[in-house]
């Protein structure tokens, strides 16, 4: 939770420790890395709030939400294409962007690194230096 601070969140819950979504006051908006609870976590928003989910499990939310006023976005990965490269390199260079790198892999520790990815806990990027 202290990479979230650091990155700018205000206030962070973990998925397993959340609150009764009675006892804190709502958000504005809420990004949803997991897709764990996703549906459950649209009664945190306030009316009219935005939620955007990087998870193909919060499908289902993203599309219950067409039908209340607390909306749940998807996010996909596109095909990079040069114009968007360059875009991300110069907001890396501007500082607006920050890209977190959590641990290097080199190739040998692939598998390593894939049984990471699956427990769903890793806290930035992995790379695989090779």
């Known amino acids: 939770m202290a990479l979230c ?35 459950y976590y649209r009664n945190y928003l306030k009316p009219h709030g935005r939620m955007m989910t990087l998870s193909p499990d919060g499908l289902p939310a993203v599309l219950t939400s067409l039908f209340t006023n607390r909306r749940v976005g998807f996010l996909l990965a596109t095909k990079a294409t040069a114009e968007a490269m360059k875009w991300i390199t110069a907001a890396v260079e501007r500082g607006n962007l920050r890209p977190v790198i959590e641990k290097r892999y080199t190739l040998e520790e692939l598998a390593e690194a894939q049984d990471y990815v699956d427990t769903k806990h890793t806290r930035g990027k992995l790379l695989v230096v090779m």
Do not use: K, M, Q, S
């Open 5 to 39: 601070r650091d990155l700018g969140a205000v206030e962070v819950y973990d998925h397993e420790d959340l609150p009764d979504a009675a006892n804190v006051a709502p958000f504005d908006a809420i990004i949803d890395c997991g897709g764990v609870v996703t549906g």
